[in-house]
């Protein structure tokens, strides 16, 4: 524990974490209906997210499923949970004709095609883990704007604990009681067998310090 750093602590009573993910437990696949869903049955409403004519007014679905892109690594995106829930999403029907096909963009095409050579799709899941090429997904996005289901800009905020903790405040969300210790600004610390205080503002031991990255996830443990 040398040098300068930048760190959030916190308490966090009652938390644990699990080192396995449960599989959802398999459930009847219910047949969806395309008026619920659209307002007209068959109409996928009007968009000009995806590149030629995917999205063009008045595209139907007897011309073909809504195609789903998966821009995720390949780790995250074939995962149990994953496969679970687009199993059931391409389980959807509208009468006969299925509503939705999944394209997997895959590790290669992210890592090493450009964005003009990616699959063209309707609506996009995309999400970061290690690896992930998260500003040429930001540049498809602006090229082929599809439908996307999480906002690529913004999560480059989850880079940094201070502005997650910040926006989940602003929007009445609870959180752990905190301090933020940053590297480089004058700092008053004041650790006591009990308590932790850093500028005034005390936590109770136990206690657990993170750095201020979403991607370090080194963490230290104080305990009274």
Same mark, same amino acid.
């Given at each position: ?149 999480? /906002?690529? @800009?913004?999560?480059? &905020? ?9 926006? =989940?405040? #602003?929007?009445? +969300? ?15 610390? /004041?650790? @006591?067998?009990?308590? &932790? ?9 136990? =206690?657990? #310090?993170?750095? +201020? ?12």
């Amino acid at each position: 524990r040398t040098g300068p750093r930048t760190r959030m602590v916190g308490s966090e009573p009652g938390a644990s974490k699990s080192n396995s993910l449960q599989e959802l437990p398999s459930r009847p696949i219910p047949k969806s209906n395309s008026q619920d869903m659209w307002g007209d049955v068959g109409i996928v409403p009007r968009s000009t997210s995806a590149a030629g004519d995917l999205n063009r007014v008045g595209r139907r679905i007897e011309e073909g499923p809504i195609l789903v892109g998966i821009c995720a690594m390949d780790q995250k995106a074939r995962s149990k949970p994953m496969t679970e829930m687009l199993n059931r999403l391409t389980s959807f029907t509208a009468g006969e004709l299925i509503e939705f096909k999944v394209v997997y963009f895959g590790n290669e095409t992210l890592l090493n095609q450009p964005v003009e050579e990616w699959p063209l799709c309707e609506a996009l899941i995309a999400f970061y883990s290690t690896g992930f090429p998260l500003q040429k997904a930001q540049e498809y996005v602006a090229l082929r704007r599809p439908l996307v289901f999480n /906002d690529l @800009q913004k999560q480059e &905020l989850l880079f940094d604990r201070r502005e997650t903790y910040r926006i =989940l405040q #602003e929007h009445g +969300v609870p959180v752990p009681n905190h301090v933020v210790f940053n590297a480089g600004e004058d700092n008053v610390i /004041d650790e @006591q067998e009990e308590y &932790l205080e850093v500028n005034g503002k005390r936590v109770e031991k136990p =206690l657990v #310090e993170k750095p +201020v990255s979403g991607e370090d996830h080194n963490i230290y443990l104080y305990y009274p």
